[in-house]
Structures are given as C-alpha cells and as structure tokens.
C-alpha cells in the first residue's frame, strides 16, 4: 500500500531535483535525481589517524594512536609528526561537483530535505568507516549565533541528527563557539589556524553527569582539519576521552 501511495504522490505532485530540475527519486526523499546522485565519489581514507592519503600536505597534526584499529593504511607524515585535537576523522564522499553543489543547496538555500538525505547517507555508511567503534555522544561543529541566526539553522546538526538516531545515542550541543570568526575558505593553513584560536568552548551542562565520553564530531567539510582540531581540542577540556570525526565530505 506505501508503494502505491507514493507512486500516486509523485504522479500528483511531481518532485524536482533541488541541483538540476529533472524529475527527483523517491527514493532520494523526493528532493534529487538519480543522475546527480549517481555522481558523488566515495573518499577512499589511507592515514588511519586523520583519512587522508599519506603525504598530503597541511592539517594542524594528531596525539592519536599512530596504529588505531580502524584501517590498515599507512600513517600520513602530519599525523607522525603532529598533534591533532581529534582521534580519528572520516569522510564519505569528496567535496566535488553534484556532492559540493548538494551541500551549498544546504547551507545557502535552506534544503533541509537535501540534508537528511545526506544525513542518512553518512549513517549507512558509519559501521564501514568506523568499524567496531562505540560513541556515547553525537556533536555538531557549531555555528556562532550571529551566524546561526543569519542562516536559521546549524547544517552540521542537520547532517547529524540521521547518524544519532541510526546509532542510538544522544545528540547533544556540547561544543559552543564562542568567538565570532572569519571565514575559513579563502585562509590559508597558518591563517586558518589563528582564525579559530579560542574560538571554541565545551559545554559541560550538554553533557551532564557523563565522564570519559567518546563524541562523534559532526561537520559538512573536511579541508585541513583545523575546525575540527580546534572543535575536537575544546571538548577535551570537559569529560571527554576521544573525538572521533565524521564529515559528508573532504576536499580533494
């Protein structure tokens, strides 16, 4: 009966692909085609602290287990070298063409249909990049309320929301940021770094009488790790043992 419904709901109300305009999939929530969908590359993670491939440059660096469990690949220099805030990260797709399109549909136009999508997208596929990991709290990076209140809403914490209901365990806003910054897309690594210094704080009332939590720490974009270090960093100065970090996307 639920596939006659929505076959008799698409033939009434024909849904549009929010990045093309063509006919959109129910099965994609009504908001994209397939064609766009079909689009999107998986990140393929090599550095089993950090995912990205061995040698990349730039990121601030990881106090990580240099030999964590969860891959079996090389540890980049940056994570051999440096101190990260973050235990782990992950990405599920690169941050290019339709994906990259879908996310500015998100954060600049309001699609939230698109962001549960991708939201539960990322919770799918949560076992196969962090096999055998155990969270207790799910985070979002947070936005500074000026920005909040200019977009009406938190993109990391609509991407989260799928993941925490698909893994059981809370949602909790336990990271705050404090510090209105500039924007991060047009800064480079040393400037991105000192643009996010202090910027973040924990919440400890979030958390409650929790210790030694293991947070997942969502975001949209991983492009060198600072917001995430920076993000991961402050939580570990309340009751938090690991950030562990999980974003839709990495930049190429």
Partial sequence: MAGWGQELLDLLLPARCQLCGEPAASDLGRVLCR????EWQRFDPTC???GRPPGEPGGPGGNADPNPDTTGGQVCATCTTGTRGFDSARSLF???GTLADAIRAVKYRGQRGVA???GQRMADAFPMLFPGLTCTHVVPVPLHWTRFWSRGFNQAEL???PV???LGIPLVRAAKRVRATRRQARLGQHDRMENLQDAFDVSL???GRTRDAVVLLIDDVFTTGATTHACASALKRGPVRAV???TLARTP
């Fill in 205 to 207: 009332p979030a958390l």
């Fill in 159 to 161: 991407l989260a929301r």
């Fill in 35 to 38: 064609t766009c969908a079909a």
């Fill in 94 to 96: 690169l941050y290019e």
């Fill in 48 to 50: 089993p602290v950090c």
């Fill in 244 to 246: 562990h970090v999980y």
């Fill in 164 to 166: 925490a209901r698909a």
């Fill in 116 to 118: 549960r999508l991708l």
